[in-house]
């Protein structure tokens, strides 16, 4: 109805996710920018959280509609709460094949001769799990194992999980997903916009369907709007809908705040209002971390934008991580830093020594079986034996203090660059 009284070509506020109608706000951004680097690495998992109506959805639609079809294999599954059998069941229908029977080892053995099939035709596989907050923890212990398929050394598979808040609590939480956590190569919350970023979001979503200035808005319109819907796109999308509605009603050219309040009353009294009303926590500010009501940090032990250490328990020396950036000051960040590289160095120092001593048992061990010593050599084949595994877990503690300190790093830079680390340091 209204969408012909302001000449416009279709609905700008439809709820169903749309990638054509794609805004990129600052959090959107950022969204985008972990679901690139993880989608590149071809492999893990890549998990992307937000409340209700943040635009999950549409942000992976926008990305999908990106990629070559010819390069890329994507099945999406919309989870209910699914065990470990029925995921796999899904999983196959969503890549489209038919399974002999029920039994879980048929799905599993289609699986995996499509996913070899589709490797070497060069096409990557990536599986999307929309609502993952719905699955039991043996259903995304499936997840996981489908994640093992390997062709040679190169994994066949990547899974995208779609959640809501309470599923990166899970995810943080649960003992049982340990390895699954290990797995996760990117992560990220997905916030609500800005104030700022309200008024160019209307008219976006306006000007992809030919708006060209009727109805206008009153500036006040969007504070208001904020105001209401704490930023999150959807609840802006449904307030929107009734003013425009309104308006077409009303024939009205202009949408001021009166309207506004207008449409407010009338979806609390039909008791839409308590769907799209902004929930007490939005209120806190989407870099916050949540508080336990004492002041203090809750559980989770970085703020909602940091990147995949959310989920790594990182083993053995650990780097100190903040629970708030934005706490940090100076010299809190350069002794970050500094404690991250001194703790790689002496990983480094270990791992040389550990070289050192290996290269000395080869030359024992090649010297004894010259001499035709064979009880010595058996005793320094085992100590090689012994100091091979010794380098090898020396050189993986390496590599995840190298996570630790690259995650670390972008950290500070996210701190840095929201303008908090300036106003600090100066």
Not at 386 to 407: I, P
Request: glycine residues 8%.
């Amino acid at each position: 109805m209204f969408d012909d009284f302001y000449g416009l070509q279709a609905r700008p506020f439809q709820l169903t996710p749309d990638p054509a109608f794609y805004f990129e706000s600052a959090t959107h951004r950022k969204a985008l920018s972990y679901l690139g680097y993880g989608l590149a690495q071809g492999e893990g998992f890549v998990v992307i959280t937000g409340e209700v109506g943040s635009g999950k959805s549409t942000l992976v639609a926008y990305l999908m509609a990106t990629i070559d079809p010819s390069r890329m294999s994507a099945a999406t599954v919309v989870t209910s709460a699914l065990d470990g059998e029925e995921i796999v069941h899904v999983v196959a229908q969503a890549f489209g094949l038919q399974v002999a029977g029920h039994d879980k080892a048929s799905a599993l053995g289609a699986i995996e001769a499509y996913l070899h099939e589709e490797a070497r035709a060069g096409r990557r596989c990536l599986l999307i799990v929309d609502e993952a907050q719905n699955l039991s923890i043996g259903a995304l212990e499936e997840l996981r194992m489908l994640s093992n398929f390997q062709l040679g050394s190169h994994p066949l598979l990547q899974t995208l999980l779609l959640g809501q808040p309470e599923f990166r609590d899970v995810l943080m939480e649960s003992r049982q997903l340990e390895q699954l956590r290990q797995r996760v190569i990117a992560a990220h919350h997905l916030g609500a916009m800005q104030p700022k970023e309200v008024q160019s979001y209307i008219e976006h979503r306006m000007s992809c369907v030919g708006w060209s200035g009727n109805p206008s808005f009153d500036q006040r319109v969007f504070a208001e709007i904020y105001e209401a819907t704490g930023g999150i796109p959807r609840r802006i999308n449904q307030i929107v809908n009734r003013l425009l509605l309104l308006g077409a009603v009303d024939e009205r050219t202009r949408i001021d705040g009166a309207m506004v309040h207008q449409v407010l009353d009338e979806m609390n009294d039909d008791g839409s209002l308590a769907l799209v009303t902004r929930k007490p926590e939005a209120a806190q500010g989407v870099n916050e971390a949540p508080s336990d009501g004492d002041g203090s940090a809750s559980g989770t032990s970085v703020s909602v934008d940091a990147p995949t250490a959310a989920f790594a328990e990182q083993p053995q020396a650990q780097v100190a991580q903040p629970a708030n950036p934005d706490a940090l000051d100076s010299a809190a960040a350069t002794a970050l830093i500094e404690s991250a590289l001194s703790d790689r160095d002496s990983r480094i120092a270990e791992l040389q020594d550990a070289v050192i001593e290996l290269a000395a048992a080869v030359d024992a061990r090649d010297a004894a079986a010259q001499n035709g010593e064979a009880e010595q050599i058996a005793d320094l084949q085992a100590q090689l034996s012994e100091v091979s595994d010794h380098a090898a877990k020396l050189e993986a503690r390496l590599g995840e203090q190298e996570r630790t300190l690259r995650h670390t790093l972008t950290m500070l830079i996210e701190w840095i660059e929201s303008g908090e680390g300036q106003r600090a340091a100066a």
